[in-house]
């Protein structure tokens, strides 16, 4: 069991930038990889980023792109997410979560522990 603690949520005016970070709690991240995702009001659970805790390969979301960026910090055992130029529409609860082992598609992989979330609102 992986328990995984989101932090750095809140409330921003359009064009600003929030922090997100994920750690797991009472143990290092030993897994394959870690990601976020979000969920909006009405919406379903959608792929943000991710990125491979060994090589720290990155992947993003077409929506996301050029606007946030994940980041690893081994020495502190951390995931950020650096989300710039938020727009509205990044509004939702954001979620960290981990994969255990290799996989080819990890935006549309299963992942195997998932944070509680920390709600993200972007006024206009």
């Known amino acids: 069991q992986v328990q995984l603690v989101e932090s750095g949520g809140g409330l921003v005016q359009a064009g600003g930038s929030l922090r997100l970070s994920c750690a797991p709690s009472g143990r290092t991240f030993s897994s394959y990889a870690v990601g976020w995702f979000r969920q909006a009001p009405g919406k379903e659970r959608e792929f943000v980023a991710a990125i491979t805790w060994r090589t720290a390969s990155t992947y993003y979301s077409d929506s996301v792109k050029g606007r946030f960026t994940i980041s690893r910090d081994n020495t502190k055992n951390t995931v950020s997410l650096q989300m710039n130029s938020l727009k509205p529409e990044d509004t939702a609860v954001y979620f960290c979560?981990?994969?255990?082992?290799?996989?080819?598609?990890?935006?549309?992989?299963?992942?195997?522990?998932w944070g509680q979330g920390t709600q993200v609102t972007v006024s206009s």
């Open positions: 979560a981990v994969r255990l082992t290799y996989t080819s598609a990890i935006p549309t992989t299963r992942w195997d522990f």
